[in-house]
């Protein structure tokens, strides 16, 4: 069985049964058709500029720091969408 490995950050606001079924049509009449996807949703974290704590959102519409409530935050983590690895089938 071929699977591929992706993670896929919150942020990217990726509904994987839908991704699925797209990854489905997409691959259908290649040499990946039939494989499946392995979908690692990643939680989104912030670092907040003022005081250094890396804090994971709870509610991806309030990017505010989680220690002191600043606005002054990147994002760590939740913007993914990589392909990590493939599990090949034997030919
Ligand atoms: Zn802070």
């Known amino acids: 069985m071929t699977v591929v490995h992706l993670q896929v950050g919150k942020l990217r606001q990726v509904v994987p049964d839908s991704l699925r079924y797209c990854w489905t049509l ?8 039939g494989s499946i996807l392995d979908i690692d949703l990643i939680d989104i974290t912030l670092a907040c500029q003022d005081c250094a704590v890396v804090s994971r959102v709870e509610h991806d519409l309030i990017l505010l720091c989680s220690g002191c409530g600043s606005r002054m935050v990147t994002v760590a983590t939740g913007e993914e969408f990589f392909l990590t690895s493939l599990d090949l089938a034997e030919a």
């Open 26 to 33: 997409m691959s259908d009449q290649t040499s990946l058709g």
